[in-house]
């Protein structure tokens, strides 16, 4: 069995296309086509259906689909580990983030980052809390940076810096002029929130109701995926909302909305920094892990 063919099947099936798939690979049309018939011969089926328009895969493709990417994956992940055993910090790191680390804190982590190890190649993906944890356990990322703890046993969590969650309202919400608001003031607010797999959502919800501000005593005008998306609901008057400090200055210095502090009601929250806790942590992970540490706010 030839790797290549494996690769190209796994191409074809992403692109559905052979000649999209040549095009990806450098290869031929014919090149790629050769590969698919050799594997179709070797397992005695046919792996895909084409169609003028496009390609997809039998059921028998589908299962070798699986295991295809499972064989490329498991000698991508021995390749690293072997090439680890060198004394430079090189090779490749995926760091997947949540919204706030991603913005505010990691852009500069990663430049530092960058000039005591260039020889990593490092790329950053951000998104919210539950799609970074599920991009970690499918080990599409080797760290995830996060700003809610994860309730898996296959998952470590270290905290790295704290984070405060402050109060935000439109400036001429009647809030705005207040030196601080209380938590019965809160209730009944019209409030917009980041999405439920948001950590920043969970975790101003936990921190309210232990405060006795019950979240389900809000009125919920709107959900977004972003902070910034947030924010921009609350400079147009749809709400009050909570959001991480660091994002709030740099809107208020804007001039586009208040920060009221909430009297009594302290909102802070760990950062995280997650990676599987059974898994080989390669040189570029634990370099990283170091970094963050030294760094931690």
């Not at 090189?90 to 983030?97: K, N, Y």
């Not at 991603?102 to 190890?117: C, D, F, Q, S, T």
């Not at 009601?265 to 370099?287: E, Q």
Request: hydrophobic share 45%.
């Amino acid at each position: 069995m030839n790797l290549n063919y494996l690769e190209t099947f796994i191409t074809v099936a992403n692109q559905k296309s052979f000649s999209r798939a040549a095009k990806v690979l450098n290869l031929t049309q014919p090149a790629v086509s050769k590969h698919i018939a050799l594997l179709e011969s070797f397992y005695g089926t046919r792996l895909v259906n084409r169609t003028s328009r496009r390609v997809n895969l039998t059921d028998a493709g589908n299962i070798l689909y699986g295991y295809a990417n499972e064989v490329i994956n498991t000698l991508a992940r021995a390749a690293e580990e072997i090439g680890s055993l060198a004394d430079t910090v090189r090779g490749r790191l995926v760091v997947g983030a949540s919204t706030i680390p991603g913005h505010y804190v990691l852009p500069a982590v990663m430049g530092e980052y960058r000039k005591r190890y260039p020889e990593v190649t490092i790329s950053l993906e951000i998104s919210n809390t539950g799609t970074v944890v599920n991009r970690l356990l499918g080990e599409v990322i080797h760290i995830g940076v996060i700003g809610a703890p994860v309730a898996d046993e296959r998952v470590a969590c270290d905290p790295f810096a704290v984070d405060e969650l402050v109060l935000i309202v439109p400036q001429n919400h009647p809030f705005a002029a207040m030196e601080y608001v209380t938590g019965p003031q809160l209730l009944d607010q019209k409030v917009v929130w980041r999405e439920a797999e948001s950590g920043t959502r969970r975790t101003v919800e936990q921190l309210l109701a232990a405060a006795g501000i019950p979240p389900e005593r809000f009125v919920t005008t709107g959900e977004f995926g972003s902070t910034e998306s947030v924010i921009a609901a609350v400079e147009a008057g749809l709400g009050i909302s909570f959001v991480s400090r660091w994002a709030a200055e740099k809107a208020q210095h804007g001039g586009r909305l208040a920060i009221v502090p909430i009297k009594d009601t302290p909102l802070k929250r760990n950062l995280y920094a997650v990676y599987l806790k059974d898994h080989f942590l390669l040189p570029p992970v634990r370099a990283f892990l170091n970094l963050l540490k030294e760094c931690s706010l």
